[in-house]
């Protein structure tokens, strides 16, 4: 893979080792998730040390358009989900998976040599990265951004999928409880960016994404195997009132269960991270019900 040569001739030079060290971490705490009591088998194709290739091959290539240190972001972007699959968890809302990823930043670049002023400075990066009242350097915006751009356009979308069937989640089962916030998110992609060439960048992925998920909609429709509507929703932004926060709800035209209207309530919780807005889907005449959940940050417009 081209990006894995340009990523190691950034980092090797240096760090001859941190790379694959990183690769060997990430794949085996996956396939202790994919595969928890079969080890035997040789596990291939690492979701998410794919992922962090491509979000630490994006970094690099945006702070190399911002003029910015590509070394610090690659570094950071390489552990950004380092704390993901840990004891085999997934997405456990318990654990903060920021801190695993730091303390496996620290304990990895200190028996690589790094000084410790610099590695501090890599953890912070990280643990910006996942709390808004952190202040980020320019390292977390560019790692910030890499990781979104990640997510969308074509590579994002096939991404996403790779990834429901991960969590053992169909076609059905992932539109039904993933599809509002993608959309959401692909929309605001653009006003979501921190840098500038994060914001050229997402141009392009928002408006492929969108066309995308809207051409699967139309197939699914025309071969009768599911009909979902488009709804948006726009809300002033609770904080700001310069803002505003548009939702794009992606729901069945009526109750999968009972075939009755579908109704929606939504909420503002603050957490330690940051704010959220939760989407709840409910059936008026049966228990069918589902929630989505937006964070703040990254869809106000
Ligand atoms: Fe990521
Ligand atoms: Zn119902």
Known sequence: MQALKDLGK???????????RVGQLIEDAEQKFVRPTDESEEFIGSFLWEHTLHVASFARKIALAEGTDAFDAVIVALFHDSGKFVEGRYHDDDTPEEETASDLAQKILAEEGMDPERIATITNAITALYNEQQSASKTTDVVHDADFL????????????????LRQKNIYKTLITSLSKELTYAAALQ???RTVAGKEMAGKKSAATLTYYRGLLDELRDAGIAFFKII??????????????????????????CCSQLSFDFTIQTTTKCEKLTAKVHCVSCPNCYQVSFCLPEIAQ
């Open 232 to 257: 948006e929703e726009a809300f002033p932004h609770p904080k700001n009132p310069d803002k505003s926060l548009t939702l794009w709800m992606a729901v069945p035209e009526t109750c999968p269960e």
């Open 191 to 193: 006003a979501n960016m």
């Open 150 to 165: 990640a997510k969308f356009g074509y590579l994002g979308v096939a991404n996403f999928f790779v990834k429901s069937a």
């Open 10 to 20: 950034l980092i090797s030079p240096i760090y001859p080792s941190l790379i694959s």
